[in-house]
């Protein structure tokens, strides 16, 4: 293992001569929908790989599927963090071309084995950047990203380290390599619908494992003035860099590295797993004490919920600095292929009105699945939703609102009621996760009529829409619109066209609970970690705060 090497992703890449695209007027890119698909041109050497399974245990064997039209090519193993270490290469490997299947990003590639590795033995618990490159000529290089998790080690219960559960369900819902994902495509009778199944055995769109440095994030760094038009600078930068246009939604690259990165520095000790491992193989995490999530985690199995419950039940302890839980998928053909129907699920979905009605895959507060997300997380995305970027609360503080000044979870930083934290970071931005509430002599209290549990305390706030807020400008192109609120009111059981508009507005919450034998926080927001990536006071001893009380908490003391 080396931390000396430069990384491959140093000097040229995807260097292409230039092209020429006519626009016509009407015709807006952000409102549009593009992917990316190999171009499976002999003349211009690409390669792509994915590996069949998402995370591994020390000591198990890697298969690397590789499709390539360069005539030879190279793999590196990177263990990503706060100085990335080089763990495994396979120089001048033979490049040998397979066509993408149609509908790859349902059925997967099909590729066969280009490479195998066997992990070694002590290979610690991480997250791993695989790095397929080959010359294009002219100094520049072809480079692609994919990734696996190394699950740590059997051993007795981890008292002294928590567990980082990677969301990665989310990551695949907004996968668009080969044509679609959760939100846009090429699927349905007319190529123009997102697909409900998505396969894992593909390769990773551009810009979920790996971002240059100063890549931008969806909250917009300069607040608008009035009557300005509203700005999206990730799908700017997207579409001019070649970068996938949902690369700031979710990913290890925009989210979770961020923390690991953060952590590794504080000196935290740490271990790995993914959604998928917290479905299939809940026992690894019954040998933790606490548990933590970040980012976004929208996406989540009935099984994967259970684990987490169960868990903080039986005296765990869960900190979760993330926004957007919401929908329900499911997991088949063992983790290599995700179902998600959305607001199509009554409609389409194969259990919908059967014996398994509850398996739904639309959002946990559907009248048909019926488990409120805020009994798991004391917050759910139905309440919550957008902030700080377009036309969604576009001139808010981006931060949130501290009412509960005294909590626990505030000491240290000298926070005040009325205080805003983290607004110069922008912690509160993209997709929140509120509850219903009401003010009782200045302080906020959940009505319960969400499901919220009794003994959540709602610590800070600020205020979401599910809609953008449109107002008439010269030349505005607004991007989400209504972003469907009359379905979400289905979902909610309101079709009535009056009743609606209520679901209109949101919020996004600080929360604290306790759950059976053990608990909960929840920041609920996926842009928390950016004031950790940016060195905010508030943010960095707040989540200090709670990973140390869990920590002590989990080991008894």
């Not at 706030?461 to 008439?472: G, L, N, S, Y």
Request: glycine share 12%; aromatic share 14%; hydrophobic share 35%.
């Amino acid at each position: 293992m080396t931390e000396d090497r430069r990384p491959p992703e140093y000097g040229p890449m995807h260097v292409r001569p230039r092209q020429t695209t006519v626009m016509h007027p009407g015709e807006a890119w952000h409102l549009s929908h593009w992917y990316e698909a190999p171009r499976e041109d002999p003349a211009v050497p690409e390669v792509y790989t994915y590996t069949d399974a998402m995370s591994y245990a020390p000591g198990a064997e890697v298969s690397f599927h590789s499709s390539s039209t360069a005539g030879r090519w190279s793999l590196e193993i990177w263990r990503d963090g706060a100085r990335p270490v080089l763990v495994h290469e396979a120089a001048d490997l033979p490049g040998v071309f397979h066509p993408t299947p149609e509908q790859a990003y349902r059925t997967g590639c099909g590729w066969p084995v280009a490479h195998r590795w066997t992990l070694p033995a002590d290979l610690g618990s991480g997250f791993y950047r695989v790095v397929s490159s080959c010359d294009q000529g002219g100094g520049s290089r072809f480079v692609q990203h994919h990734f696996f998790v190394v699950t740590p080690v059997e051993r007795k219960p981890a008292k002294d380290r928590f567990l980082l559960i990677l969301p990665t369900s989310t990551w695949i819902a907004y996968n668009d390599w080969g044509g679609a994902n959760s939100y846009d495509g090429i699927d349905g009778p007319d190529g123009n619908q997102f697909s409900p199944e998505l396969s894992f055995q593909r390769p990773w769109t551009r810009g979920l494992v790996w971002l240059p440095p100063g890549a931008p994030r969806l909250c917009d760094p300069v607040k608008r003035g009035p009557w300005e038009a509203p700005r999206y600078p990730t799908k700017e930068w997207a579409y001019t860099n070649g970068f996938a246009q949902y690369f700031a939604s979710a990913g290890w690259a925009q989210f979770d590295r961020h923390f690991v990165v953060w952590a590794e520095r504080e000196g935290y000790a740490f271990d790995m797993i993914t959604q998928s491992d917290l479905h299939y193989r809940p026992e690894i995490l019954q040998r933790y004490g606490t548990a933590v999530i970040v980012g976004h985690d929208e996406y989540w199995t009935a099984e994967m919920r259970r684990s987490v419950d169960a868990f903080v039940e039986a005296g765990g302890r869960m900190a979760r600095f993330a926004g957007n839980f919401l929908w329900q998928v499911r997991l088949e053909d063992e983790g290599r292929r995700q179902v998600c129907y959305k607001a199509r699920a009554h409609a389409e979905d194969p259990v919908a009105g059967g014996a398994e009605a509850e398996r739904l895959t639309c959002a946990w507060e559907d009248p048909a699945v019926n488990w409120p997300g805020a009994t798991t997380f004391g917050v759910n995305g139905m309440r919550g939703v957008y902030a700080s970027w377009g036309g969604f609360v576009p001139r808010g503080s981006r931060g949130f609102t501290v009412y509960r000044h005294r909590h626990w979870a505030f000491a240290g930083t000298d926070t005040h009621y009325g205080d805003v934290i983290g607004g110069d970071a922008g912690i509160f931005a993209y997709e929140v996760d509120g509850l219903d509430y009401t003010f009782r002599d200045g302080l906020p209290y959940p009505t319960h009529t969400d499901g919220a549990p009794e003994g959540v305390e709602i610590l800070a706030m600020a205020p979401a829409m599910f809609v953008e807020d449109m107002h008439d400008g010269e030349g505005f192109r607004y991007y989400l619109k209504d972003a469907g609120l009359a379905r979400k009111a289905a979902m909610l059981g309101t079709t009535d066209p009056a009743d609606v508009d209520r679901h209109r507005y949101g919020s996004g919450m600080v929360v604290s609970m306790r759950r059976g034998k053990g608990e909960v926080f929840t920041a609920g927001s996926c842009e928390w970690l950016t004031g950790l990536a940016k060195g905010d006071f508030y943010t960095e001893q707040i989540t200090r705060n709670v990973i140390d009380r869990f920590l002590v908490a989990g080991r008894g003391e």
